[in-house]
């Protein structure tokens, strides 16, 4: 089990869909843990799951 206790959120802005990875101490869009960019909603989906899930091996 992950005690890393992070949150995804995925949104849209103009015509680019972005992800990103904030720790619940600092859940603010304009300080990601971790974040990209990406042209459809299923793919910025799938790259958040991705990196949550590389950071639970990690830990």
């Not at 890393?4 to 843990?33: C, G, I, K, M």
């Amino acid at each position: 089990m992950n005690d890393n206790h992070l949150h995804a959120r995925v949104f849209r802005t103009s015509a680019e869909w972005y992800a990103d990875v904030d720790d619940e101490l600092d859940p603010q869009p304009d300080n990601p843990l971790w974040y990209g960019t990406y042209t459809t909603q299923p793919d910025a989906l799938q790259a958040a799951c991705t990196h949550l899930a590389a950071l639970e091996e990690a830990s």
